[in-house]
């Protein structure tokens, strides 16, 4: 290869570059065949300071590989330094702004009237009825989980920079490692490096399954623009990309090419273990506006006086095809608390029992995927797969596992050469199991749908009559509707905000 490369010894670099400010994160990661890895989760902190921007950015991968390598284009700059970063102190900023959810207060068990208080036949009035009491003096309080942090770690065994390397010299260096680099993965990298630039190369090794990369953190000139190239990510998504990012700056910042939306307490649901629907309204706002919705969790103001936004996607692979870029927001005095209220909503628990009749629908809890419908059978949410799509299960921003359909586009991707066979013990049911990226998916039959149950991911029988909910059958949000109208221009974005301020109404729970 012609491109000059950097070593870096320790885990630390300092490069001479030049060209656009342009500050990248998430990047494209890749497996040593035969194995298999898909990008999970992407956590990027930006923080302009006076001297510098510095980016933290974190990857959850999962798979079946034991060698990753992860790519991620550098700015042309005069000067960027990268290092390893300690994962506690990205964490610790990222609980910092996480969101807290508050529940309704059970209602209590209003007194019911004894022999002797309803009267006793003497002309005594009874007395009256006392109000209801409470069991808790407080609405309870817990944090949304909007992150699911891998149990095992990577370590990083290599990093360095190439200088100048074209996306179709670094798809040859990657297929020379025996990296597995699908079509859709070179052509991405084609396009997003169609002349020589810096690129920055980590290998990691970890144990198979769910695993963290390191922290990386790069510190660039303050001019820099943040930025997220999502679509050399996108082929590496498996069916959802979990995306957060953290922009703290003089004051509120936005991503000018992403719709940002506020998140309508009155449309957000939970069930009687405390779960939300929060995950699922957010992927569903990101399909109605082609995935590029961001929803703007909070706008905290920091001890030293500046801003810290909190945005947050939860987006299909499908949909990972507009790079957001950010910038600071027009309005300086903007702040949003990041805190879900749902203390004003009926609550579930009547004198200690659930109510059924105030339960949501399961599929308020899960969202199939664009183009879907997801029904209830044997009380259990069911996705409706369009035609040439397979149903796989995948992992929500709280850890709980749901069933999504997978686009059609995945399905046509051969498995690696010595890949393990996931069907072997998965019986699809009414359905066919398919190999794809090392995971085992379900292709249902035309009258059947795929569920999640005791046995796994399912293929079974639904009757003409069962209910549908997806759009226009129930569980699309007001939200999402908007999303939609408002197209994605930048002045579409400060209208849609407007509209989802003044707009606000009760909702009944589906």
């Not at 020379?176 to 190369?201: F, T």
Request: aromatic share 4%; charged share 15%; hydrophobic share 45%.
């Amino acid at each position: 290869m012609a491109a000059r490369r950097w070593t870096c010894p320790g885990l630390a670099l300092a490069a001479l570059l030049a060209a656009p400010a342009v500050a990248h994160a998430t990047g494209a990661a890749f497996a040593s065949a035969p194995g298999t890895v898909h990008v999970r989760s992407v956590l990027a902190a930006f923080d302009a300071g006076p001297e510098a921007l510095t980016l933290e950015v974190a990857l959850e991968l999962t798979g079946t590989a034991t060698r990753v390598v992860w790519v991620l284009p550098l700015p042309a700059l005069p000067l960027a330094q990268v290092e390893e970063a300690t994962p506690e102190a990205l964490d610790a900023r990222e609980d910092a702004t996480a969101w807290q959810v508050t529940l309704p207060l059970p209602e209590g068990c209003p007194v019911k009237a004894t022999a002797s208080s309803a009267g006793c036949g003497c002309g005594d009035p009874p007395p009256p009825a006392a109000a209801p009491t409470l069991a808790h003096p407080e609405a309870p309080v817990a944090q949304i989980p909007v992150t699911v942090r891998g149990a095992g770690r990577a370590t990083i065994s290599h990093l360095e920079v190439f200088e100048g390397i074209s996306g179709a010299a670094l798809v040859s260096a990657l297929r020379d490692a025996n990296q597995a680099v699908s079509a859709a993965s070179a052509a991405a990298l084609v396009e997003a490096l169609p002349r020589p630039g810096p690129v920055l190369w980590v290998e990691a090794a970890s144990d198979p399954g769910a695993r963290r990369l390191p922290v990386l953190r790069l510190r660039l000139p303050p001019d820099t623009q943040p930025s997220l190239p999502l679509r050399i990510t996108a082929p590496q998504v498996d069916v959802r990309l979990d995306l957060r990012v953290l922009l703290t700056a003089d004051g509120p910042s936005l991503a000018e090419n992403w719709v940002g939306i506020t998140p309508l307490t009155d449309e957000i649901l939970f069930d009687d273990q405390g779960r939300t629907s929060y995950g699922p309204w957010v992927a569903r706002a990101c399909a109605a506006g082609s995935g590029h919705v961001f929803a703007i969790e909070a706008v905290v103001t920091e001890p030293d006086d500046r801003v810290t936004t909190r945005l947050y996607a939860l987006t299909g692979a499908e949909q990972l095809d507009r790079d957001p870029a950010f910038r600071p927001h027009p309005q300086p005095t903007l702040r949003s608390s990041p805190l879900l209220d749902l203390a004003a909503a009926p609550s579930l628990l009547v004198c200690d029992e659930v109510e059924p009749t105030r339960l949501p629908a399961p599929c308020a809890f899960n969202f199939c995927g664009p183009s879907t419908e997801c029904v209830v059978v044997e009380d259990r949410a069911s996705c409706r797969c369009p035609v040439g799509a397979a149903a796989a299960v995948i992992e929500g921003p709280d850890g709980t596992p749901s069933v999504a359909c997978t686009p059609a586009e995945r399905l046509s991707a051969a498995e690696p050469p010595g890949a393990p066979d996931p069907c072997v013990n998965l019986d699809c049911g009414a359905g066919t199991c398919l190999a794809r990226g090392g995971e085992a998916l379900c292709a249902c039959a035309s009258s059947a749908v795929a569920q999640l149950g005791p046995q796994g991911l399912r293929c079974v029988s639904a009757p003409a009559d069962t209910p549908t909910f997806g759009p226009g059958g129930g569980v699309e949000s007001r939200g999402a509707a908007l999303v939609r109208a408002a197209g994605l221009g930048s002045g579409a974005v400060f209208a849609l905000l407007g509209v989802l301020f003044l707009s606000r109404r009760r909702r009944s729970a589906v």
